[in-house]
């Protein structure tokens, strides 16, 4: 006879506005929906989920297996797609949900274990925690490819970021498990502003000291609350007992109600009355046994609420600008370090550069091209310029310049042959017959060339 006591709590916290957190404590039920979306689609996905899983599971007829379990999981998935493509306002709403059942197998009662997104689901055995479901979260999918460390994924800024989530897409896969129950093993199932808030040493130093789950679970939550209580916060404790206990009252039924209340500090609790269920056949041998089975295909990506949808938005909007101005700046710096020339000196060759005299950045000066001068042919003055380098904001400009370099040099050379070598005298015949003004008749014209 497999038998459990319980207790539960959530909390909107300290900084949300809204409860968007939902609990189910019922009648060998548990379960955990954290809802995200935007004008109520937060509350309304994670009710609607677990009202379902509820109605499903525990339909008259309904078989208490963990295929059941599954198969309650995916039609919540369906009436969440339905709902929100029958509401422009409820667009986008979507939900993780975490579930501890009690089934029915061939080996006798098993624990079974249902999950997708990133709620977790906890054990404390003798004393040691760990954690039982597998976060569909972009960290925990990082630290799984070994890209990011346990104290990484823990911190880091998009953690909220899921890869599965109910609401999304019309098929999920839902990750399951088969536990053996154990007398004295105590399962957590919380949302992520409990273990984002509480880290698992804490998490663990608690459900050690409280015996009473429903105290435990208050506990949790206070501590969250206590360590900034930044998003919502839900914790269900349920202890696997002794089948003899089973008639008991379970764990504060309605102190949990109360506190959940007493911390929120408003709103109706979330918790539903708690009912033990007694179990029909004795619990086999068996340790905890993590069969794992994954259903259906799909999934897709979620962000945990329209809030944080748009953070994701705004780091990509944020990335493409950023990413634009630095490739106006490059494009800037580039065009300012090759939109100039200048000539200058390359051993004693005069030559025009693009770009800028010892270059801008990582752009150097190249050799546009070569001018045939030489410093020796230079004026003192033209020396002087070049070594300074003249700069110049056009290619045309920067030839005008050596055209008038090498038209200094062609004169110097000329004045220089002058002095040294007479001028022929000035021609006294004409070379050629010359072109009057009227340009009909040649009319040459011996001693005065060119005249009329
Ligand atoms: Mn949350």
């Known amino acids: 006879m497999t038998s459990f006591r319980w207790g539960g709590a959530s909390d909107t916290g300290r900084v949300r506005e809204g409860n968007e957190d939902y609990v189910l404590v019922s009648d060998g039920l548990f379960a955990v929906a954290d809802g995200m979306g935007g004008h109520r689609g937060g509350e309304i996905a994670s009710h609607l989920a677990i009202d379902t899983l509820q109605a499903r599971f525990d339909a008259p007829a309904a078989a208490h297996t963990t295929d059941a379990l599954v198969a309650a999981v995916e039609d919540a998935n369906r009436a969440l797609v339905s709902r929100s493509g029958g509401d422009p306002q409820l667009e986008g709403m979507g939900t993780t949900l975490c579930a501890l059942a009690l089934v029915r197998t061939d080996e006798g009662d098993m624990l079974g274990v249902v999950n997708v997104g990133d709620s977790r689901m906890y054990l404390l055995k003798e004393g040691v925690l760990q954690q039982v479901t597998e976060d569909h979260s972009l960290v925990a999918t990082l630290e799984r490819q070994g890209k990011l460390t346990a104290a990484e994924a823990a911190v880091h800024p998009q953690r909220n970021i899921l890869t599965r989530a109910l609401g999304i897409e019309a098929r999920v896969m839902v990750d399951s498990w088969e536990i053996r129950p154990r007398v004295g093993d105590r399962y957590v199932l919380c949302s992520d502003g409990l273990f984002n ?83 029909d056949r004795p619990s086999a041998e068996g340790g905890h046994r993590g069969r ?161």
């Open 197 to 279: 808030e509480v880290d698992d040493a804490r998490i663990a130093a608690t459900l050690r000291k409280l015996a009473d789950p429903a105290e435990a679970a208050h506990e949790l939550v206070r501590l969250a609350n206590e360590s900034g209580g930044r998003d919502n916060i839900s914790a269900v404790v349920v202890d696997v007992v002794e089948g003899s206990t089973a008639g008991l009252p379970p764990a504060g039924p309605s102190g949990a109600a109360a506190g959940a209340s007493g911390l929120a500090g408003a709103g109706p609790s979330d918790l539903v009355s708690d009912r033990v269920r007694a179990a």
């Open 292 to 452: 794992r089975r994954r259903r259906a295909e799909g999934g897709g990506t979620a962000s945990r609420s329209s809030r944080r949808r748009w953070f994701t938005w705004r780091v990509a909007l944020f990335v493409v600008i950023f990413l634009a101005i630095v490739g106006v700046a490059i494009g800037g710096i580039y065009y300012s370090a090759t939109n100039t020339y200048y000539v200058g000196f390359r051993d004693d060759a005069v030559v025009l550069y693009q770009g800028r005299p010892g270059g801008l950045l990582w752009v150097q000066p190249t050799v546009e091209e070569t001018t045939g001068l030489q410093r020796r042919e230079l004026s003192a003055s033209a020396v002087i310029d070049i070594e300074r380098h003249k700069e110049f904001g056009s290619l045309d400009a920067a030839r005008g310049y050596v055209a008038n370099l090498r038209d200094q040099v062609t004169a110097t050379t000329t004045t220089t042959t002058t002095s040294t070598v007479p001028l022929p005298p000035p021609p006294t015949s004409p070379t050629g017959p010359t072109v009057p003004a009227d340009g009909l008749t040649p009319t040459p014209t011996p001693g005065a060339p060119g005249a009329p």
